[in-house]
């Protein structure tokens, strides 16, 4: 059965772990991968512009022997022909092997895993999902810490809109003994829905909108951007860009062995001083993220040494028939105009249940 | 002596022939050919964004284990600055073995055949020519049928500006015992050139505005893609976009052995139902343009194995230069606006002799 | 330690002429280099468009059996985003082993190479420097002429804004029995900087407006582009760019052995009837381009075969680090729009020290 990787969720602690164990061998021994996707050809989807992740995703592909394909915006594509995502995961099906899809909607990337013959990673889809950063945190902060339990980990910054803290939360709360600090300003808390899911599973948490107050606490310190773009009012991003940033007096009362990650690209919430003192380790992340990609492709496309049948990916199409059903019996719609189906009409409304009531498969809201 | 292809017409039957037999063999033993092309560049210029057609000539010569580069728009080349399409094709020379080139002008591939040192294909040019696909549909029709000869064909949707018919038309009209029916409505009719054409040749042919009472006929029926952006008019757009979509209901009247064909992309001319019809052919056009370009690409490196010396293609230069002299002698002028003679002013008029009289050399057209 | 090449006055005249000579080697025997380069990658990072150079550099780098990935223009990158060129650099220094960088900005390569754990290469930055295209003229005289020395070197053309001619009398100036002939209209003079240094060093030149005068004498011509973006004035532009065009009547007056260069590409200044003739070098001049970018990326990357630990390139981060002590010192401040400085404001002012007062390390010019 293919697989694919569209959202952090679909792999389970134990499939996390071995593919963050395959990226430690690749860093041990990168000779020994120098070959392994040779004659195999990775297609790099991206209808909106993304360099480090495209060139994460490219450069991991090469470090495997194997080609890259594809195109790095909406503009140099033939999107504006008005194909839709479902012909386009068909079509690149007989010129690559994988698909790593970037896209501006949410759910287009799942969309392209149910119609493409070849694995689909989800390279990004709108504020959604960003599934390989969030492995690339958590292989940064295994190599980094040693271990992914037992450690309090601060969320700095825009923890509303920032989906990569999102991602990294929800991963981190399934290892046990991690405690959160989230430290972001009234107008960014965390989402309540996040906060929810942790009392629920009993993960303990904290807010302040202090980051001094907190620092000497933390073991990792995860900054996040304040981007303009996710914001309707210009003035409030103004107003707030400036509050949480990072410098090396603030990091004066931070432990010695506490590290400094930030999903980049940077626009001044961590002081460029900060870079020489050992505790940064931003640009490890950009290097462990080229090593996890590999460690992802080979997986997906079953070059991975060990992955045992037991492990396949469950039944995604069956899941999503079954939402069709639900979405038609219900007479669910979703409203959000960031959801692939607000641009493909054609698409079928699909509405999976939850605990917390109905979803839409697409981009996790609820119905109308 | 270089070869190139500009325009169907170019090859003989014999040469088509050859190339799907080679296609056919890539087919069944990829493996022989994974190397052919090792240390060879593929240039793809495409001064217009198509997608799936780069993205087939760039898996093509991938999978032949040679090398790509390029560029995807005319913004991100130099075409801005003003460098005619000849002195591209010289400085190409110096970095690539062979060029595939897409542009808006028509005639644009001619010039560069003419002035590059390596052998040119023609990726498409504007409204007039796009041989690649006219190649990938036969290939779809010989592997689907088993024959190229003694069948009807019928070609729905957009007859007037759509390009891909007009080669297929063409091209499967120097086959015997083929008949064609021609679905359209009265505003989009197959031109009166091409009509002309088949009669004199003695190919049958008639035409219908009603696709339900024909489809039982036909053995293929290839649709086509109403395109906005062939019409000045967007209301006659709207009015005849629908009207000529295939879906499920229609097809129940349809030979069980008919084949569907599409260029794609489709936008809704074929229901997305269809797909799962086994007459549906239209994805693997796509992994069969494939295919017939690695067969393309070798034959034209001189990389194919039975490729015998008679078989090269005629004295394009020496025609040229005749056509020149034609248009000085005549006072000739080609008064297209999508023709390449209309941007670029230095390119020299040039006119060869028809049956039916002087035609443009770069656009096909008649002279003022 | 690692090299870069961002200014030409980088590289003494032994590196220069080794450079030249592996280059000759490499056209000599190609075969013995086609792996030189593989597992390698090559970054080229456009942050504007110049498919000449960047399709050259891609092609040196596949020739050496290595890879290619990068950007060809800012639009598809994350510039947007704005991350600084000094992030940038630490980003792709995860993911390739060396870096060509175009940008618009003066002084934006040299930002890089600081930053950078790899080699950098200057493509082109704004109207600076563009050191692989002075590496090319250079290998295309030594080539055509036999040697570097003892020669009549014309300039025509736009001598005011033309960066290719100011780098190629630098780097000519340095070669013994070189004397030069400045052609240009009044408002497109030499810059009296280079003049003065030319006078300072003793090179023998002289200046004219008449192409036809002193054709007879040039062993060298070197025609440039009048190029429009470099006019505030489009009626001046206008009223210039037609002065001097180089035809076969003017010809007819040269030397038997001069060779005609340009930098490409052109639009008028050189008419296509010239390009047959056998003195016409322009399109070898690319061919050039390649070959010495090969020998470049090999050098730089420590692969070349001859390279002495006694050519490393001087302490570039410690004459940074002075340049920025003497801005503060001083409170020296760039005013010019074109440099880096002037978008990127965390980046410290810099000054170095030379003969005549202080310069911007970055763009060169005065402080304010």
């Keep these: 059965m293919k697989k694919n990787l569209i959202d952090i969720r ?43 992740t495209r060139l994460s995703f490219e450069s991991a592909m090469m470090e495997l022997g194997g080609n890259v394909i594809g195109f790095s915006s909406a503009s140099s594509s033939s999107a504006s022909k008005g194909e839709s995502v479902a012909d386009t995961a068909q079509v690149i099906s007989c010129f690559a092997d994988i698909i790593a899809m970037r896209h501006p909607k949410e759910g287009a990337p799942m969309v392209a895993s149910l119609n493409a013959s070849i694995p689909v990673i989800n390279a990004g889809d709108g504020g959604h999902n960003h599934p390989t950063q969030t492995l690339t945190d958590l292989l ?30 929800s991963a981190m709360s399934r290892y046990e003994g991690v405690k959160f600090v989230f430290i972001a300003p009234d107008e960014l808390r965390m989402p309540v829905g996040l906060r929810k899911e942790l009392d629920e599973a009993g993960v303990p948490y904290v807010e302040t909108t202090s980051l001094e107050e907190v620092l000497p606490e933390l073991d ?21 860009k400036d509050s949480y ?61 060990e992955v ?61």
């Design 10 to 52: 679909d792999f389970s602690i134990a499939e996390v772990d071995r593919l963050i164990s395959l990226a430690k061998d690749i860093i041990a021994h990168g000779e020994r991968y120098a070959s392994a996707c040779h004659g195999k050809k990775l297609a790099t989807l991206f209808f909106e512009p993304s360099t480090r």
């Design 140 to 169: 940064t902060i295994s190599r980094q810490k040693g271990r992914l339990n037992n450690m309090v980990v601060g969320c700095c910054g825009d923890l509303k809109y920032g989906r990569t803290v999102h991602s990294l939360v």
């Design 245 to 305: 940033i990072l410098n090396t007096d603030k990091l004066a009362h931070a432990k010695a062995d506490m590290i400094i990650m930030h999903p980049l690209p940077r626009v001044n919430e961590i002081s460029v001083a900060v870079d020489k003192d050992p505790r940064a380790c931003y640009f490890q992340q950009v290097l462990n993220g080229k090593f996890i990609r590999m460690a992802l492709i080979l997986t997906l496309l079953g070059l991975a040494p």
């Design 308 to 368: 045992a049948d037991s492990d396949v990916i469950g039944d995604d199409v069956a899941r999503y028939e079954e939402a069709v059903v639900n979405a038609k019996e219900h007479g669910f719609h979703c409203a959000s105009g960031r959801c692939i189906t607000s641009v493909e009409q054609e698409l079928p409304q699909a509405f999976f249940k939850t605990e917390n009531g109905y979803r839409c498969i697409y981009c996790d809201r609820k119905p109308e």
């Design 220 to 240: 990792v310190l995860y900054m996040t951007r304040v981007q303009q773009e996710r914001f309707a009012d210009v003035e409030q991003y103004n107003r707030l």
